[in-house]
């Protein structure tokens, strides 16, 4: 059982805007900052945000992302194909002493 | 370019040993932490360790203290995991990762261990 939540599915129909939620405690997501990964299935994973809210180069400013409290999300507007992919949410957490992944939405474009 | 390439990988019994390594190249590789990460197979990530730029400084999970040991050789812009007394839930493909959780981040391709007999 992962230590974040995710909700394991999200949907949208391409140009639509999608958002994916984390939840956590006060050891993680309260304290320390969130960063999301983009997989492609087959492939390695690739950090889309970084420090809460701050994007990579070369990542589409359609993607962006925010934290309140014990909770953190990743949006997608104007989504696209390419963007169908599993997500997931990750911080350090201050009690377990280690990094830890969320348990993955997988973003399905309808 | 920056490349990070893992080899080591393969089948092994329950019980034995392997060496994982990854090879930077295309940055200056002792400017960074280093983490391996892996994920069973149709699993989620789940990180194993990270390394300091001097070496000097490890963390690992749980699951594998005791177990796993964390090295690098700036020198040689080598990363390593020795991996003993390996069990069944081990099997995974292992990821290298640079700058995890930084602007810089990126990620090897993989290596599968598998941990059967």
């Known amino acids: 059982q992962s230590v974040l939540t995710q909700p394991p599915s999200a949907s949208g129909t391409p140009g639509q805007r999608v958002t994916i939620y984390c939840s956590g405690s006060d050891s993680n997501i309260a304290r320390k900052t969130v960063n999301w990964y983009q997989q492609v299935p087959g492939s390695a994973p690739k950090l889309v945000i970084y420090n809460n809210n701050q994007r990579p180069s070369g990542v589409p400013d359609r993607f962006s992302g925010s934290k309140s409290g014990t909770s953190a999300s990743l949006a997608i507007s104007g989504l696209q194909s390419e963007d169908e992919a599993d997500y997931y949410c990750a911080a350090w957490d201050d009690i377990l002493n280690r990094y830890v992944f969320g348990s993955a939405t997988k973003v399905t474009v309808l | 370019d920056v490349r990070l390439v893992e080899s080591g990988g393969g089948l092994v019994q329950p019980g034995g040993s392997l060496r994982l390594s990854c090879t930077a190249s295309?940055?200056?590789?002792?400017?960074?932490?280093m983490n391996w990460v892996r994920q069973a197979p149709g699993k989620g990530l789940e990180w194993v360790a990270n390394?300091?730029?001097?070496?000097?400084?490890?963390t690992f999970v749980d699951s594998v203290k005791g177990r796993f040991t964390m090295s690098r050789d700036n020198a040689k812009n080598s990363l390593y995991l020795q991996m003993n007394s390996l069990r069944a839930e081990d099997t995974a493909l292992y990821y290298c990762?640079?700058?995890?959780?930084?602007?810089?981040?990126?990620w090897g391709q993989g290596i599968l261990v598998t941990v059967s007999s």
């Open positions: 295309g940055f200056t590789f002792s400017g960074y932490w």
């Open positions: 390394i300091n730029r001097d070496g000097n400084e490890k």
């Open positions: 990762v640079r700058d995890l959780s930084g602007p810089f981040c990126y």
